[in-house]
């Protein structure tokens, strides 16, 4: 009876893990609050960059970044944090962007690329734009995230994750670097749109500026209320004075210098909004309730077509 060979082991595949190279190779932040250590985290998450330094006004923010991890190293000279940075990112207040272009200006390397996160992109550009040397490209951004929070303390690496990231690059800008940075911002979960830095403003004074504004003067309205009834208040406070009180809880620095950079916008949206409220007054003060609930009808549409979007 003849005997079957066994067949030949088959040696076992040894796999080779391949890691993919960053997208940049060095990334320096500007500012360690909120967006900028949230950038931080989601850049390390996902490999996006091989080394951040970063940089901040006081010595106690460099030091809490450190600690935490979401850099590589601090400095506390700009001009040193950009040295051979392929990527900058600028996150201060809309009013300090033009003290840091002059400070980095002069030693940016040749082909980096500068974006920053302010929520007004013509000023930015305004001031910025100047003190950036020929070679480097500067493409403006603003992602359309972020809490009440602020703080090295209050970035987490899910912040942009299904959230809008608008740029808006210079006309005659480098279209790849362009590309390039929508690919970094897409790779930490963002949706991305380019669109003209002035739409861009007058967009940001309806959906963003205004219901700040709006936030601010009511909660500021129910603090100057009789003592009594300002008591109440924050004792009795539902769900939409609770709301506003969350928005106006946002960093007073970066929503003034907002304001005052994006004037011409906020005023024409405030100047609909007051006609708008006008003539819910009069409606009101006849009786005409129709046309109320028109209006509710009306907007309780607009809110559920942002649920459905996923940007509620």
């Not at 400095?75 to 940075?85: I, L, S, T």
């Not at 900058?88 to 390397?109: D, R």
């Not at 929503?255 to 009101?284: C, H, P, T, Y």
């Amino acid at each position: 009876m003849a005997v079957k060979k066994k067949a030949p082991a088959k040696k076992a595949v040894k796999k080779v893990a391949t890691k993919q190279a960053p997208l940049f190779k060095k990334m320096a932040l500007i500012g360690l609050g909120h967006i900028g250590s949230s950038i931080a985290w989601a850049a390390k998450k996902n490999g996006l960059v091989g080394e951040i330094v970063g940089t901040a006004r006081t010595a106690a923010t460099r030091a809490t970044a450190k600690k935490l991890g979401f850099i590589d190293s601090a400095v506390g000279d700009p001009a040193k944090a950009v040295k051979g940075a392929d990527l900058v990112v600028v996150c201060v207040p809309v009013g300090a962007c033009k003290a840091v272009a002059q400070a980095i200006g002069p030693h940016l390397a040749p082909g980096a690329i500068v974006t920053d996160v302010g929520s007004v992109k013509q000023t930015v550009i305004k001031d910025m734009a100047p003190f950036l040397p020929k070679g480097v490209h500067f493409v403006p951004g603003h992602p359309l995230a972020g809490t009440e929070n602020s703080g090295p303390t209050s970035g987490f690496a899910e912040l942009f994750e299904g959230r809008w990231t608008i740029l808006t690059p210079l006309k005659g800008g480098d279209a790849k670097a362009t590309a390039k940075l929508r690919a970094f911002w897409e790779g930490i979960g963002s949706n991305v749109d380019v669109m003209d830095a002035a739409h861009h403003d007058r967009v940001l004074a309806i959906t963003s500026h205004l219901p700040h504004l709006i936030a601010f003067t009511i909660v500021g309205t129910a603090t100057e209320l009789e003592k009594h009834l300002r008591g109440e208040v924050i004792k009795y406070a539902a769900s939409g004075f609770r709301d506003f009180t969350r928005i106006a809880a946002s960093d007073p620095v970066m929503w003034r210098d907002i304001f005052l950079n994006n004037k011409e916008a906020v005023l024409e949206m405030l100047g609909r909004l007051n006609e708008d409220l006008s003539a819910m007054q009069r409606a009101i003060r006849w009786n005409q309730g129709d046309k109320l609930q028109k209006k509710f009808a009306k907007t309780r549409e607009i809110r559920r077509s942002i649920v459905k979007a996923g940007q509620a």
